[in-house]
T-cell receptor, first 115, second 115 residues
């Protein structure tokens, strides 16, 4: 079974631009979560999508948005990039079952550098 | 709210030494507990998990026991190798009956094993 894939793996953008990151979950997984990882703040939860609906949201500004498609693939968009948005963005997928323990499986991440 | 606290790093050990990385949590209900490992330049990989009290998760010589009475999930390995050098994250997943499905990660502990 293929794992979680993320594209692109590396990105360089300049302040003020916008960026879209993509995540393809493990086949059969309906939940996709996004995290931002930085040396200073560690791993921070951005949001989670299940069946094309945002089910959970972290404490990030509205510049960070996402969506999920009917095939469970997800995209994350960051508008008006700031230097502080430079980070490793990780996507994780899980079955998304209700009432049962969930295990998240992570992709390799997209490393974004904002200049 | 729920939280995870793990010991500060870095932890530096000699090869074949005994490893303990402490993790304690605060949560309502019955969360599931996880240890993830991140090797340089990669995403997070699930190392082991436990879904109920007194469960022991184990993988690749690593073990952790879900202790509800002490709200802990300490990671141990009897004899570390240089290849174990990585960052280790403790995490919890909300009690599935809570309906929130959130994952909460600790800050990560960097382990360096010297030959």
């Amino acid at each position: 079974k293929a794992g979680v894939t993320q594209t692109p793996r590396y990105l360089i953008k300049t302040r003020g631009q916008q960026v879209t990151l993509s995540c393809s979950p493990i086949s059969g997984h309906r939940s996709v979560s996004w995290y931002q990882q930085t040396p200073g703040q560690g791993l921070q939860f951005l949001f989670e999508y299940f069946s094309e609906t945002q089910r959970n949201k972290g404490n990030f500004p509205g510049r960070f948005s996402g969506r999920q498609f009917s095939n469970s693939r997800s995209e994350m968009n960051v508008s008006t990039l700031e230097l502080g948005d430079s980070a490793l963005y990780l996507c994780a997928s899980s079955l998304g079952r209700r009432g049962g323990p969930e295990t998240q499986y992570f992709g390799p991440g997209t490393r974004l550098l904002v200049l | 709210g729920n939280s995870v606290t793990q010991m500060e790093g870095p932890v530096t050990l000699s090869e074949e030494a005994f490893l303990t990385i402490n993790c304690t949590y605060t949560a309502t209900g019955y969360p599931s507990l996880f240890w993830y490992v991140q090797y340089p330049g990669e995403g997070l990989q699930l190392l082991l998990k436990a879904t109920k009290a007194d469960d022991k998760g184990s993988n690749k010589g690593f073990e952790a026991t879900y202790r509800k009475e002490t709200t802990s999930f300490h990671l141990e390995k009897g004899s570390v190798q240089v290849s174990d050098s990585a960052v280790y994250f403790c995490a919890l997943s909300d009690d599935p009956l809570s309906g929130t499905y959130k994952y909460i990660f600790g800050t990560g502990t960097r382990l360096k094993v010297l030959a």
